[in-house]
């Protein structure tokens, strides 16, 4: 089973406006990742923020994460065409063995 | 650097017959992964290793097996393969401990 849900399933937004989504975990972790999969390739990563951390920026993407609620968004500001892809979590488990848990992923579709 | 690469790119099975996946990596990383990707299933760990030699079974390890013989080879044997095995798989590599992963641009797998 996934320890990591995102929120929304799937995302539509005209180029320019800002897209925003969520992922929710059940245990406690060490750090989550967000991860950029564009249709036919493998995934990329984008951003790990650690769970003594509360905001992380990296150019037009800020994560936040909230361990009190277990979750965590991606924020995209002024979005591009490019930015079309899916969207996925990843969780390490706090006391685990180093290995991500993968949710199901956003899927994004940003129009020109 | 070529990252990870992952041999074939696509492969036709008919049900029984038996094949190896290989990935690559030239980054000197400890770790590799074997996912595979359905559609509404986001990533599912098949079989994972923390160093030459040593492997550990996932989230789905069944009916597949695999090998580290060497640090930067990771295999992936089907030994029957089953029409529940189409899926698209993909590996990665990561420094041990907390990091990302470095992504394959994956495998197309059809079982007839």
């Known amino acids: 089973s996934q320890q990591g849900e995102e929120d929304p399933q799937a995302l539509s937004i005209q180029e320019g406006e800002n897209a925003t989504m969520n992922c929710s975990y059940k245990t406690s972790i060490n750090n989550l990742q967000w991860y950029r999969q564009n249709s036919g390739r493998g995934l990329v990563h984008l951003i790990l923020i650690r769970s003594n951390e509360r905001e992380k920026h990296s150019g037009r993407l800020r994560v936040t994460l909230d361990t009190s609620k277990k979750s965590s968004s991606l924020l995209i500001t002024a979005s591009r065409a490019a930015d079309t892809a899916s969207y996925f979590c990843a969780t390490e488990v706090s006391g685990g063995s180093y290995i991500p848990t993968f949710g199901r992923g956003t899927s994004l579709i940003v129009h020109p | 650097n070529a990252g990870v690469t992952q041999t074939p790119k696509f492969r036709v099975l008919k049900t029984g017959q038996s094949m190896t996946l290989l990935c690559a990596q030239d980054?000197?990383?400890?770790?590799m992964y074997w996912y595979r990707q359905d559609p509404g299933m986001g990533l599912r760990l098949i079989h994972y290793s923390v160093g030459e030699g040593t492997t550990a079974k996932g989230e789905v390890p069944d009916g597949y097996n695999v090998s580290r013989l060497k640090k930067q080879n990771f295999l992936l044997g089907l030994e029957s393969a089953a029409p529940s095995q189409t899926s698209v798989y993909f590996c990665?590599?990561?420094?041990?401990?907390?990091?990302?992963?470095?992504f394959g641009p994956g495998t197309r797998l059809t079982v007839l």
């Open positions: 980054m000197n990383h400890e770790y």
């Open positions: 990665a590599s990561s420094p041990p401990g907390y990091n990302e992963q470095f």
